[in-house]
Structure formats: structure tokens, C-alpha cells
């Protein structure tokens, strides 16, 4: 089920096979009983979607109560989310949970970026709160940032480039959101490396990321352990933050600062890296949020302002791409339906960079800087190998579903009528195959197609010797 629904969510939210994420809502209580002083409790919520603003919603409505009551609360709580409809991309859900309704809407890959549909509120009978959610997965993104203000291209350069960061925080949700935010401000980009929210000295690659034999990988960790300003010392971009909160006044101006002032325990926050960004940084959002910080605007408002100075440099960023990754599409008249369908023309890096002097991101973007140098690291990161192959996949599926419409324009019954039993067979066998993948890949076809494909297929075989009939609708297909 959850195959079939992944297919219209955003890239950013599709669930990866390889992971699952982890929702905890953690309570530390005063015990002078214990050996510790505290008695320590969490709740945790796994699941496969990156729900995040959802799920965390639903552990603060339900956690401290499970403290009290345990078990058979939790019991009650399970036999609300069963009463959970598919989680449909694009539909107003009503989610019941321990006496209030939650209502959501998941996105679709339809959406137009950077748009929020707002949650309408029906008419309802019943004495049941309702509270409708924003988003069902978005961060806080301009309270994660604030600790880092000043840095907020560098660090998108950083995280679009797929570099090793470190997010070094005072307690695992503030990692955990941070983090997330990074992996979020490329979006509709999806971050095609490994982030870990919150990475501790148990985690299985501790070894693996804590050694100096090999450079780090291409990963963002949240950590909070002390041990790790020492052990994580060279890796090339530490994000250091203090206590998230919303400051009254507006931040103070951090230069980036040298890694090797990074030796304390007590260093200050701010960015520690060599790195130097390729482009030149954006004043104007800079004034915007300070502007908005001295007016005290919301912090949703700050945060939307955000998000959409991320998007527009994302899409000014890769609108080239695409434009060129479009281009590699051989033309429909190409596509015969007696031939395999024709293959796309090869990515050639230096094609691409000749036409980024008419059609590149000063088209969209005003900000100077060289954007040259950053396509051609970008072009070497994994968040480039993960777009391509997605691109590749959508355009490879398109000339199957053009070649399959293709077929269902030819008279295939004629065909069959003047070729031999052996070759009008194979045609059939092939066509049923053809089906099956493209039920299977959910191929970008027009709505009667399959149909018609079936009908060719059906008259094909009503047309053969009884005994090849028999054989053939008996058939399956591979």
C-alpha cells in the first residue's frame, strides 16, 4: 500500500528502503532514591515515513499520559492510529488520537513548491477537538538556523554539495532539528547522502566516522556527546550552536572560524571550516530577517521567508540542469513500433557548461559568484548521482510509455495475419510482457492504452489455431 501511495509524494518525502526514523519524547524526572537523582523515561515512535512534525505532535499529545497510565493506555492509543485512513497524498485526513481529531494533508509531487494548502475546517456534530496541522513534516527552519545566521549559503553550498558536516548541539533535539534542516533547505533537491539527527558513541559507525586513516564520508551527524569536539576534530565542517531560542535582539555577525580553534569543550558557535564558498553571499535575506527580528515577526513568518530564499536559490540552481537533461531526450518521431525503443543521448559535463553562458542561473538568480565551479563539484557529489538516476529512470519509463502507444496505433492483427505462427507468438509473448511492466512501473501512459493493448492482444490470439490459443491465454508473464 505504502508503494503505491509513495509514487505522488514529493521526492523529498518518498520513504527510503534503507531506513526508518525514530520519534522520542524523552522525561527526566527528580529521584533521590535512584543512583542517578533521576528517574529517566522515553517513548518512542518508529516508522518508515518522514512525518516529523506529525509524529512528534503525536507523542506530545500522548506521552505524558502513557507515563501515568503505561500499557493499556498505549493499547488505546494503537487501536486509534488502526482507525488511521492510508495516508493519501493531496487528501484532508482526520486523524483521531485519544480524544482529538488531527487534521493533515500530505503533499503531492504536484504541488507547486513552496505553497502550504491550508487545512479547511468542516462542520462537525460531534464534542471532539479538532487542531489542524501546517505541515505534517516541515521544521522550524528559521529557529534551527538563527544560532548560524550569517551562514546560511554557505551551509546550503555545504549540504548541496553533499560534504561531511557536524552538527554539534546541547541536547538531541536541537541536533536532530538542525540536521533536519539542513537536509531540508536544498529541498525540492532531494539530499541524496546519509544524515543521522542524533549520532552517539554506540552507533555502529562510530568507528567508521570517529577514525583519521580516511576522510569522513559524505554524511551531516547531530551530535551532543562532549567526546566528540575531540574525536570529530577533523572533520572540515563543524556546525557548532548554543541553546536554540528565538532572540529578541538581532544576532551578532560570527566570522567563520578555523578549525583548529575548535579544541575545547567550551567553544563558541558558529561555523568552523576552511571551506570558501563559490558564491557571493546574499546581503538582502541577511537585512530581511534582521529587519524582521528588530519588528519581531513571527517566527513563521521568518521561517516561510526562509524556506522560499532556499527554494528560489535551488531552483535558480538547477532550472539549468533540467533545461539540459530535457535536451538528452530523443525526439518522438525516433521512436518506431517495430524497434526497442531508442536509448537517451549521454550526459556530457562540458556540453552542459556551454550552455550555462545563455541559459544558466543568472536567468533566475541575481547573486554573482562562480557558479561554474559549483555545477562542476556539484556534478562530482552524490546528490547529483541520486537526481540524474531519478531523471534517467522518469525519462527511460516515458519512451517505454511512448513506444508501448506506439504499438497501440498500429493494425497488430494485420501484422500478425502476414507474418508465421512462430513470429506472430513471440509478438504476442512480448506484448503481454510489455503489459505486466507497464502495470508493474506504473508507466507515464495515456488512460486508454493499456486497454487498447489488451484488445490487440485479445484479437491476436482469437485469430491463432485452438491449440496455440489454449497455450497462450494460459500463459503468464515474467
Known amino acids: 500500500m505504502l508503494d503505491q501511495l509513495d509514487r505522488d509524494l514529493p521526492v523529498s518525502l518518498k520513504k527510503d528502503p534503507a531506513y526508518y526514523y525514530g ?22 515512535l518508529i516508522s518508515k515515513l518522514p512525518y516529523i512534525h506529525l509524529f512528534h505532535t503525536v507523542l506530545r499529545h500522548i506521552a505524558p499520559e502513557y507515563f501515568v497510565k503505561n500499557e493499556p493506555f498505549l493499547e488505546a492509543v494503537c487501536s486509534d492510529v488502526d482507525h488511521w485512513p492510508p495516508p493519501v497524498p493531496g487528501k484532508t485526513l482526520n486523524l483521531p488520537i485519544m480524544g482529538i481529531i488531527m487534521k493533515v494533508r500530505i503533499p503531492t509531487c504536484h504541488d507547486k513548491p513552496g505553497t502550504t494548502h491550508i487545512v479547511q475546517f468542516a462542520h462537525q456534530e460531534d464534542t471532539q477537538i479538532s487542531i489542524a496541522l501546517p505541515t505534517v513534516h ?3 527552519l528559521f529557529r534551527c538556523f538563527c544560532p548560524v545566521f550569517f551562514h546560511i549559503q554557505m551551509l546550503w553550498e555545504l549540504v548541496l554539495l553533499g560534504e561531511p558536516v557536524v552538527v554539534m548541539a546541547p541536547s538531541p533535539s536541537e541536533s536532530s532539528e538542525t540536521v533536519l534542516a539542513l537536509v531540508s533547505c ?10 543521522r539527527p542524533y549520532f552517539t558513541i554506540h552507533d555502529s559507525e562510530f568507528k567508521e566516522y570517529t577514525t583519521r586513516t580516511q576522510a569522513p564520508p559524505s554524511v551531516i551527524l547531530g551530535v551532543t556527546n562532549p567526546f566528540f569536539a575531540k574525536t570529530l576534530q577533523h572533520w572540515p565542517h563543524i556546525v557548532r550552536i548554543g541553546e536554540i531560542k528565538l532572540p529578541g535582539e538581532v544576532p551578532k555577525q560570527v566570522k567563520v572560524k578555523k578549525l583548529k580553534n575548535l579544541k575545547t569543550l567550551d ?10 564558498p563559490y558564491l557571493n553571499r546574499d546581503e538582502e535575506i541577511i ?14 513568518a521568518q521561517s516561510v521567508i526562509l524556506r522560499r530564499y532556499f527554494l528560489e536559490l535551488t531552483q535558480s540552481f538547477i532550472i539549468p540542469l533540467e533545461r539540459y537533461v ?4 530523443p525526439l518522438q518521431k525516433s521512436i518506431s513500433p517495430w524497434k526497442s525503443p531508442p536509448h537517451l543521448r549521454q550526459f556530457s559535463q562540458e556540453d552542459f557548461m556551454k550552455t550555462l553562458e545563455k541559459a544558466g542561473p543568472q536567468l533566475t538568480s541575481g ?20 537526481w540524474f538516476r531519478t531523471r534517467q529512470k522518469e525519462m527511460t519509463q516515458k519512451l517505454e510509455a511512448l513506444h508501448l502507444e506506439a504499438l497501440c496505433n498500429e493494425d497488430l492483427l494485420f501484422w500478425s495475419q502476414k507474418h508465421t505462427e512462430v513470429e506472430t507468438v513471440d509478438l504476442v509473448l512480448k506484448l503481454k510482457n510489455k503489459l505486466f511492466q507497464a502495470d508493474r512501473e ?22 491463432l489455431p485452438d491449440d496455440l490459443q489454449d497455450i497462450l491465454l494460459k500463459t503468464g508473464t515474467t
Not at 520519534?23 to 518512542?44: I, M, N
Not at 534582521?290 to 517566527?299: D, E, M, N, T
Not at 562562480?370 to 557529489?381: A, M, Q, V
Open 326 to 329: 530535457a535536451s538528452l531526450m
Open 442 to 463: 506504473h508507466l507515464p501512459m495515456k488512460p486508454d492504452t493499456m486497454e487498447k493493448l489488451q484488445m490487440h492482444i485479445d484479437a491476436i490470439i482469437l485469430a
Open 267 to 276: 567553544s563558541k558557535p558558529g561555523v568552523y571550516t576552511s571551506y570558501k
Open 138 to 140: 516541515e521544521v522550524d
Open 186 to 195: 536544498i529541498s525540492p533537491l532531494k539530499y541524496c547522502s546519509d544524515f
Open 287 to 300: 537585512k530581511q530577517l534582521q529587519k524582521g527580528v528588530q519588528q519581531k515577526r513571527p517566527a513563521e
Open 367 to 386: 547573486l554573482k559568484g562562480d557558479w561554474i565551479g559549483l555545477y562542476r563539484h556539484f556534478l562530482k557529489s552524490p546528490n547529483f548521482n541520486g
Open 23 to 44: 520519534y522520542v519524547y524523552f522525561r527526566q524526572v527528580r529521584d533521590k532514591t535512584l543512583k542517578r537523582g533521576y528517574f529517566q523515561k522515553s517513548l518512542v
